[in-house]
């Protein structure tokens, strides 16, 4: 099926050990997001790529990498965890530039111990 | 910058009830509104999206309205039913650009059968 997926659903990271969440869309859309959800907050830009090889940092770009080699995949990588990175994470694409009918993906729950 | 808030945070109503959920930003100057809705431990749906030259839209059950003076926007939702069940946020964006759209914190709507 069409649409957004995000790799791993889960994950238990310890403080300053790294990791790489997953982006992957196969409807050709030049933009992607990766947004960050708080408890009991709205959902925060992390980053946001209009294009291949074109990123840009969001509101909240401080502890995070990303890279757009691809139309399709645009990876999100934690170098140092923090506890303050605990967060689910959603990524997501579209077509037009003001997100308007942006496809979302399921989420990363991410738990920095 | 834009602050935008839903009020109430949660809200439970039977089914069949008519009901009405809010969302309000602090700086009039908005290019789009949308309403989205959350699903647990799912991604974002886009339900409804109201230009800023727009005073309504409707889709189904749903009708979204938009008061760009008043800095305000309601959420209709006819005839309640349980599948309805889920959270909803609205989002504006001040301008074209991914990097200027502003999530609320969200109303979670609880349909009893």
């Known amino acids: 099926n069409a649409g957004v997926t995000q790799t791993p659903k889960f994950r238990i990271l310890k403080i300053g050990q790294s990791m790489t969440l997953q982006c992957t869309q196969d409807m050709n859309h030049n933009y992607m997001y990766w947004y960050r959800q708080d408890p009991g907050m709205g959902l925060k830009l992390i980053y946001y790529s209009v294009g291949a090889g074109i990123t840009d940092k969001g509101e909240v770009p401080n502890g995070y990498n990303v890279s757009r080699s691809t139309t399709e995949d645009f990876p999100l990588r934690l170098e140092l965890a923090a506890p303050s990175q605990t967060s689910v994470y959603f990524c997501?694409?579209?077509?037009?530039?003001?997100?308007?009918?942006?496809?979302f993906g399921q989420g990363t729950r991410l738990t920095v111990v | 910058k834009q602050e935008v808030t839903q009020i109430p945070a949660a809200l439970s109503v039977p089914e069949g009830e008519n009901l009405v959920l809010n969302c309000s930003f602090t700086d009039s100057a908005i290019y789009n509104l949308q309403w989205f809705r959350q699903d647990p431990g799912k991604g974002l749906t886009s339900l409804l999206l109201i230009q800023s030259s727009q005073r309504e839209q409707t889709s189904g059950r749903l009708n979204a309205s938009l008061d760009k003076s008043s800095g305000r926007s309601t959420l209709y939702i006819a005839a309640s039913q349980p599948g309805d069940s889920a959270t909803y946020l609205c989002?504006?964006?001040?301008?074209?650009?991914?990097?200027?759209?502003?999530f609320g914190t969200g109303t979670r709507l609880t349909v009893i059968p």
């Open positions: 989002a504006v964006s001040l301008q074209t650009g991914a990097n200027n759209l502003f």
């Open positions: 997501a694409s579209s077509k037009n530039v003001d997100i308007l009918g942006a496809f």
